[in-house]
C-alpha cells in the first residue's frame, strides 16, 4: 500500500465521492466502462503517464460491489507508477478491473469489447495479464487494440512473465542477503516460500540451485506434494509457516501477509517475495520491522521482473535476453534502496518510494523543457 501524499488546499469536499478519491490517490482519468450486450462491466484507472504511457495488467473478480472495485483499481495503478519508476521503465500507472467471475463471465465478445474500450484511450493505457485473466483474453483484446501485451510467446509476445518475475525476486532475496550476511549466498539458508504459483515454483527451483534449505506451503495440496517431492522442500501448514524458524520468508501468494498478528510470530532476518502490498499497512509494519531488524526488500522493487518482461515486447519484437538482462539491474536497484534507508534513516518501504517518485518529478521537469 502505498502512502497518499497530504490532501492539498484546493482539494475537493472530502465526500467520499469518485474525484475526492482521484485527487486523493493523484490519478489522471479514470474510465468506467459498460455494454449490456456481452454484461461486460469494468474501470480502467490512469495513474500517471509522467514516464510513458500507463501499464498494468486487467484483472478479472468478483467484487462485491463497484467500491470495492473502485479502491482495487486506484491502489493497484497507483503502485504501477511507483513500480514502473523504480524498474528504470519509460511507463506509467494503470490497471484495469472487470467486475465478474472469470470462470463464468468471459467470452471472446467480452473479452473484444473490452480491448475496445482500451482501444478508444489512444495508447495511454495499455493492458496485460493480471489474476483471472489468461494469455488467450490477451489475444482476444489484441484483436481489437495493439495497446495489450502478454501476448504467448508463439505469437511474437513475451508469453509468461512468471519466471522472469522470479528471478527479480531472488536478486532481491541476495541483495537483502548481502545486506544482512555479508554476502550474496544463499546457501544453507532456510527460506520459506508461501505459494507455490507460477511465481513461487520458479523461486522455489532457483533456492534448490542456490542449495538453501526450503520449505513451502500452499492450499494446494497436490502442487505442494509435487514441488516437495521435485526440489526436496519440506511442507509445512498454512498458518505454521509464520511460526518456523526461517532466515528468509517469501510471501508469494497473498497481500498484507506481514500484519501486526504475523510479525509477533515471523523469526526471520529478511522478507523477500513476490506478492504485491505485503505490508498490511506501510507506515506501520515498514517501522515496526525496522525496530525489529527485519530486512524489508521492496515488494514493488523485487517483482518488477513481470512489467519488465512485458516492456520487452513494446515498440519492437520481444527480445528474451534483453529482458532478463534489464531483469539484472534489480540488484543494484535493492541495494542502493538499502543505501538510501541507512544514509536517510528510513524504512526500505519509504526510500524505495522515494527514489520513485524522484524519478517521475526529474523527467517531468525534463519533458516541460521541450
Ligand atoms: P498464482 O495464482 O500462480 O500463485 C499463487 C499461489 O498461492 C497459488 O498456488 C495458490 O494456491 C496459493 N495460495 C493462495 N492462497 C494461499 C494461502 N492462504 N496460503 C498459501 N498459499 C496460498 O500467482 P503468481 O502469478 O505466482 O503470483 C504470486 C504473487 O506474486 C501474487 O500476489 C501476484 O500478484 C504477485 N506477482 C506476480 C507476478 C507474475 O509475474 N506472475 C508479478 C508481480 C507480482
Given at each position: 500500500?502505498?502512502?497518499?501524499?497530504?490532501?492539498?488546499?484546493?482539494?475537493?469536499?472530502?465526500?467520499?465521492?469518485?474525484?475526492?478519491?482521484?485527487?486523493?490517490?493523484?490519478h489522471e482519468e479514470v474510465l468506467f466502462c459498460?455494454d449490456?450486450?456481452?454484461?461486460?462491466?469494468a474501470i480502467i484507472a490512469i495513474h500517471n503517464t509522467v514516464l510513458g504511457p500507463s501499464l498494468g495488467?486487467c484483472?478479472?473478480?468478483?467484487?462485491?460491489?463497484?467500491?470495492?472495485?473502485?479502491?482495487?483499481?486506484?491502489?493497484?495503478s497507483?503502485?504501477m507508477?511507483?513500480?514502473?519508476?523504480?524498474?528504470?521503465?519509460n511507463l506509467g500507472g494503470g490497471k484495469s478491473?472487470?467486475?465478474?467471475?472469470?470462470?463464468?463471465?468471459?467470452?471472446?465478445?467480452?473479452?473484444r469489447r473490452f480491448g475496445r474500450f482500451v482501444d478508444d484511450l489512444g495508447g495511454k493505457y495499455i493492458t496485460a495479464?493480471?489474476?483471472?485473466?489468461?494469455?488467450?483474453?490477451m489475444?482476444?483484446i489484441k484483436m481489437e487494440t495493439n495497446h495489450v501485451t502478454?501476448?504467448?510467446?508463439?505469437?511474437?509476445?513475451?508469453?509468461?512473465?512468471?519466471?522472469?518475475?522470479?528471478?527479480?525476486?531472488?536478486?532481491?532475496?541476495?541483495?537483502?542477503?548481502?545486506?544482512?550476511?555479508?554476502?550474496?549466498?544463499?546457501?544453507?539458508?532456510?527460506?520459506?516460500?508461501?505459494?507455490?504459483?507460477?511465481?513461487?515454483?520458479?523461486?522455489?527451483?532457483?533456492?534448490?540451485?542456490?542449495?538453501?534449505?526450503?520449505?513451502?506451503?500452499?492450499?494446494?495440496?497436490?502442487?505442494?506434494?509435487?514441488?516437495?517431492?521435485?526440489?526436496?522442500?519440506?511442507?509445512?501448514?498454512?498458518?505454521?509457516?509464520?511460526?518456523?524458524?526461517?532466515?528468509?520468508?517469501?510471501?508469494?501468494?497473498?497481500?498484507?501477509?506481514?500484519?501486526?498478528?504475523?510479525?509477533?510470530?515471523?523469526?526471520?532476518?529478511?522478507?523477500?517475495?513476490?506478492?504485491?502490498?505485503?505490508?498490511?499497512?506501510?507506515?506501520?509494519?515498514?517501522?515496526?520491522?525496522?525496530?525489529?531488524?527485519?530486512?524489508?526488500?521492496?515488494?514493488?522493487?523485487?517483482?518488477?521482473?513481470?512489467?519488465?518482461?512485458?516492456?520487452?515486447e513494446l515498440g519492437?519484437?520481444?527480445?528474451?535476453?534483453?529482458?532478463?538482462?534489464?531483469?539484472?539491474?534489480?540488484?543494484?536497484?535493492?541495494?542502493?534502496?538499502?543505501?538510501?534507508?541507512?544514509?536517510?534513516?528510513?524504512?526500505?518501504?519509504?526510500?524505495?518510494?522515494?527514489?520513485?517518485?524522484?524519478?517521475?518529478?526529474?523527467?517531468?521537469?525534463?519533458k516541460?523543457?521541450?
Amino acid at each position: 500500500m502505498i502512502e497518499t501524499k497530504e490532501i492539498k488546499k484546493s482539494a475537493p469536499m472530502n465526500d467520499g465521492g469518485i474525484t475526492t478519491q482521484m485527487f486523493t490517490y493523484d490519478h489522471e482519468e479514470v474510465l468506467f466502462c459498460n455494454d449490456n450486450a456481452t454484461g461486460l462491466k469494468a474501470i480502467i484507472a490512469i495513474h500517471n503517464t509522467v514516464l510513458g504511457p500507463s501499464l498494468g495488467g486487467c484483472r478479472i473478480w468478483k467484487y462485491n460491489n463497484e467500491q470495492e472495485a473502485l479502491n482495487d483499481v486506484l491502489r493497484l495503478s497507483r503502485g504501477m507508477t511507483y513500480k514502473a519508476s523504480v524498474a528504470g521503465l519509460n511507463l506509467g500507472g494503470g490497471k484495469s478491473v472487470i467486475m465478474g467471475d472469470a470462470k463464468s463471465i468471459k467470452s471472446e465478445a467480452f473479452m473484444r469489447r473490452f480491448g475496445r474500450f482500451v482501444d478508444d484511450l489512444g495508447g495511454k493505457y495499455i493492458t496485460a495479464e493480471d489474476v483471472g485473466s489468461t494469455s488467450r483474453d490477451m489475444e482476444y483484446i489484441k484483436m481489437e487494440t495493439n495497446h495489450v501485451t502478454g501476448i504467448p510467446e508463439s505469437m511474437g509476445g513475451s508469453g509468461d512473465p512468471s519466471p522472469v518475475t522470479a528471478y527479480g525476486v531472488l536478486l532481491g532475496m541476495k541483495a537483502a542477503a548481502n545486506e544482512r550476511w555479508g554476502s550474496d549466498s544463499l546457501k544453507g539458508k532456510k527460506v520459506s516460500v508461501q505459494g507455490i504459483g507460477n511465481v513461487g515454483e520458479h523461486l522455489v527451483k532457483h533456492l534448490a540451485d542456490e542449495g538453501a534449505k526450503i520449505y513451502i506451503t500452499d492450499i494446494n495440496q497436490e502442487k505442494l506434494k509435487e514441488v516437495a517431492s521435485k526440489y526436496k522442500a519440506e511442507v509445512v501448514a498454512l498458518d505454521a509457516i509464520y511460526d518456523i524458524d526461517v532466515d528468509i520468508y517469501a510471501p508469494c501468494a497473498l497481500g498484507a501477509t506481514v500484519n501486526n498478528d504475523t510479525l509477533n510470530k515471523l523469526k526471520c532476518s529478511i522478507i523477500a517475495g513476490s506478492a504485491n502490498n505485503q505490508l498490511a499497512d506501510e507506515k506501520v509494519q515498514g517501522e515496526e520491522l525496522v525496530k525489529r531488524g527485519i530486512i524489508y526488500a521492496p515488494d514493488f522493487v523485487i517483482n518488477s521482473g513481470g512489467l519488465i518482461n512485458v516492456y520487452a515486447e513494446l515498440g519492437g519484437a520481444y527480445n528474451k535476453t534483453r529482458a532478463m538482462q534489464h531483469a539484472d539491474k534489480i540488484y543494484d536497484i535493492t541495494k542502493s534502496i538499502f543505501a538510501l534507508a541507512k544514509a536517510e534513516n528510513i524504512p526500505t518501504y519509504l526510500a524505495a518510494n522515494k527514489v520513485a517518485e524522484k524519478r517521475i518529478e526529474a523527467i517531468g521537469r525534463v519533458k516541460l523543457n521541450h
